[in-house]
């Protein structure tokens, strides 16, 4: 019954904070504005992370969090200050990323989580001296596959609930994942505050403070998840849950590589880029890509307990 509490508050926190944040923009510099790359033709309030983050946090902290979630609070809050410079002066890759080592090493050392089961492994167990650089650079990979699939109207979002589902239906049949029920629940109604307003015609993005708290929370269950509450779930499985964005993200960063683009240009050969190249309109493109998750997603539940190789 408290998440269900705290997801219904968290949900109405970020639907009042993003219409009042969308008056504010300009004054704050944060309004997106189109160019080449982007769908969208007019400026457009780049101020839904801010319902996002708040309205996920607040229940939360008010929830008495053990030091886990205190250290994941943390993180969040230091996403949030990053992504936030970023949506209104445009820092560059570089301070981001630090941003995001900066969070991510919180969870690791004042959180103590990090990946001690590796798939492929016989046993499964690996060294903490892997586990925990490996833990550092996957979480960051799952950050920026989130921002970088945050390309069309109501597309970051809505994989995202995709991925938060499937996650607190494996936590509801571990019997042990309250944890996991209490971040997702909050992090779920800060999610569909936004999409009230971010579905298509959106009349708000949400910016790196939005779409790097998404993709760290998401990371931050998946490894909560597979490493301390279900240890039966396949460490392959978590690709699964994770989804379309890291495939995606993985097929772009290959063709920079292969067409020898940096691999921090931004260019359009993400999927939504090119189903909307192949004809079809936003909608379909978002539809195509939920389904496409949707898929992905299901097939993590149903082969949790499988070996890596099948999965």
């Known amino acids: 019954m408290n998440n269900l509490l705290a997801l219904v508050a968290s949900m109405a926190i970020s639907m009042l904070l993003i219409p009042l944040m969308s008056r504010l923009a300009p004054r704050l510099h944060?309004?997106?504005?189109?160019d080449q790359r982007k769908v969208h033709t007019k400026p457009i309030p780049r101020v839904g992370g801010i319902g996002i983050v708040i309205g996920s946090l607040i229940p939360l902290i008010l929830l008495a969090?053990?030091?886990?979630t205190q250290a994941y609070i943390y993180g969040a809050v230091v996403l949030f200050i990053f992504g936030l410079w970023d949506d209104m002066f445009d820092i560059g890759?570089?301070?981001?990323?630090?941003?995001?080592v900066i969070a991510i090493l919180?969870?690791?050392f004042y959180g103590d989580l990090y990946v001690s089961r590796f798939p492929f492994v016989p046993g499964g167990e690996i060294a903490i001296g892997f586990g925990i650089p490996f833990t550092l650079f996957a979480m960051v990979g799952v950050i920026n596959a989130l921002n970088q699939s945050d390309g069309l109207d109501g597309l970051a979002g809505g994989v995202s609930m995709f991925s938060i589902g499937a996650m607190s239906l494996l936590a509801l049949i571990s019997m042990q994942g309250q944890q996991v029920?209490?971040?997702?629940?909050?992090?779920?109604?800060?999610?569909l505050g936004f999409l009230r307003y971010n579905t298509h015609p959106a009349r708000v993005f949400m910016g790196d403070s939005g779409s790097q708290f998404i993709g760290y929370s998401l990371a931050f269950l998946v490894v909560l998840l597979s490493q301390r509450i279900d240890t039966a779930l396949s460490p392959a499985a978590v690709l699964l849950l994770l989804g379309l964005p890291i495939a995606d993200s993985l097929v772009v960063l290959y063709k920079r590589a292969r067409g020898g683009t940096k691999i921090f240009t931004a260019t359009k050969d993400h999927l939504h880029h090119r189903l909307m190249d192949l004809g079809f309109i936003h909608r379909e493109s978002v539809v195509i890509i939920y389904s496409a998750q949707a898929?992905?997603?299901?097939?993590g539940v149903l082969l949790?307990?499988?070996?890596d190789y099948l999965v």
């Open 181 to 191: 029920l209490m971040i997702a629940f909050t992090m779920m109604g800060g999610v």
């Open 304 to 307: 949790r307990l499988a070996s």
């Open 295 to 299: 898929v992905f997603v299901t097939c």
């Open 65 to 68: 969090p053990d030091r886990l």
């Open 93 to 100: 890759h570089y301070p981001k990323f630090a941003g995001q």
């Open 106 to 108: 919180i969870v690791i």
């Open 30 to 34: 944060l309004v997106d504005l189109p």
